[in-house]
């Protein structure tokens, strides 16, 4: 690609009113080399994906993008064009999650990219980029809370495993994970009626309605699961640690009813229950590849890809929409060249 050319991005914005009103807005628009930001390696960029935290930079809400103008994206999967990183040659096939994409710096909802080497991890043999962006920070994030349960101390033998927000991107990819490592999978949704099948597909051999779980209740409960993966937080999350065996792990890594967690210590105190926290957009290197060494061992390809829907670049807002309003389930993938 002539490093000249100008290509397409999704780019954030931010305009202030004269009263001091400020508005953020995303808009597909044709930016040149010099807008991207100073970094060791330039990427073609071929796949991005569509998360929660990309839902809410397109629509213009806050707590993502933190400088403006800011290309949208949390995740690419694409090749080395450039790279001054010693580690890093044109040509390279290459994943990048988080690491402050759509944040502090422009991220993948672009055909290119500028980005530090430093957590880039190598495309895994066996694993096409596609599906790489198909996994994205949904499926990164689903894996380091699998391997969060796992250093707790969980394994498949320690009895059922609860995930939350089921039918969503790190949701649907925790419950296929878990199941194809051998746990008891139950999972928490919304969507009993319509999306009953889906997760049963995906491995799960138990539903659990989450209006069950969203209102507040007693600090301790009947307990019910050795483990759980929660991207939901608030009174849910508060009620599956007060439902979690003796010496049970519970990941938390969302907040998709809320960052609130009306809890008490008594999970803690009285049943050495371990709540976990887990930051996919700041893991170190080592956690990056060895997640990503068994997302590409583990995973059921196949599921994977009746899990994603690929979209050209232009769908993305829709898509953005549809994962706020919470009408979308499993992965979708943006072909950032299409
Ligand atoms: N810490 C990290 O590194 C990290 C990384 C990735 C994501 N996250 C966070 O994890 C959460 C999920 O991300 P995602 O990309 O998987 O989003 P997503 O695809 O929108 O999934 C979220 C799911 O949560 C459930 N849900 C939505 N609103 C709810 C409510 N009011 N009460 C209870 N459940 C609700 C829904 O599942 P059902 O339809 O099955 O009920 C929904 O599909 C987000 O908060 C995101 O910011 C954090």
Redesign the pocket.
């Known amino acids: 690609m002539d490093i000249e050319t100008e290509f397409r991005a999704i780019v954030v914005d931010r305009t202030e009113s004269v009263e001091g009103k400020k508005t953020q807005g995303a808009a597909l628009r044709m930016v040149s080399d010099d807008f991207l930001m100073p970094g060791d390696v330039t990427i073609a960029v071929e796949y991005s994906s569509i ?3 990309d ?1 809410l930079a397109l629509m213009g809400r806050p707590g993502v993008v933190r400088a403006w103008p800011m290309i949208a994206g949390i995740d690419l999967v694409g090749t080395v064009e450039q790279s001054t990183d010693p580690r890093w040659s044109a040509g390279d096939r290459v994943i990048l999650n ?1 690491a402050g994409l759509s944040e502090t710096h422009h991220g993948g909802l672009a055909e290119r990219a500028r980005v530090s080497g430093d957590f880039l991890v190598r495309l895994p043999e066996g694993i096409s980029a596609v599906r790489a962006a198909a996994v994205g ?2 499926g990164f ?1 689903a894996m380091l809370s699998v391997l969060g349960l796992e250093r707790g101390g969980i394994t498949p033998e320690s009895g059922a495993v609860l995930v ?8 649907s990819l925790a419950v296929a994970l878990l199941a194809a490592r051998g746990y008891r999978v139950h999972a ?4 009993v009626d319509e ?1 009953g099948d889906y997760l049963r597909g995906l491995g799960a051999v138990e539903l659990v309605d ?1 209006g069950t779980l ?1 209102e507040a209740g007693k600090p301790l409960q009947g307990q019910r699961w050795a483990g759980a993966i929660d ?2 937080g608030s009174s ?1 999350l508060a009620n599956v640690l007060a439902q979690t065996n003796y010496g049970g792990v519970v990941t938390s ?5 809320g960052a609130d967690l009306p809890a008490t210590v008594m999970p803690f105190i009285l049943r050495a229950v371990s709540l976990i926290g ?4 700041e893991a170190p290197l080592a956690q990056r590849e060895e997640a990503w060494r068994h997302l590409a061992t583990d995973l059921d390809l196949t599921l994977l890809d009746s899990l994603t829907e690929v979209i050209p670049l232009e769908a993305a807002f829709d898509a953005a929409a549809g ?1 706020l309003a ?1 009408t ?2 499993g992965r979708t993938v943006v072909d950032v060249r299409r």
């Open positions: 998360n929660f935290k839902g988080g920070t949904a994030t939350t927000g089921a039918a969503g991107g790190v949701g928490s949704t919304g969507r999306l989450r969203s991207s939901v849910t890594c969302g907040l998709a009813q887990i930051n996919s957009v994962i919470g979308v389930h």
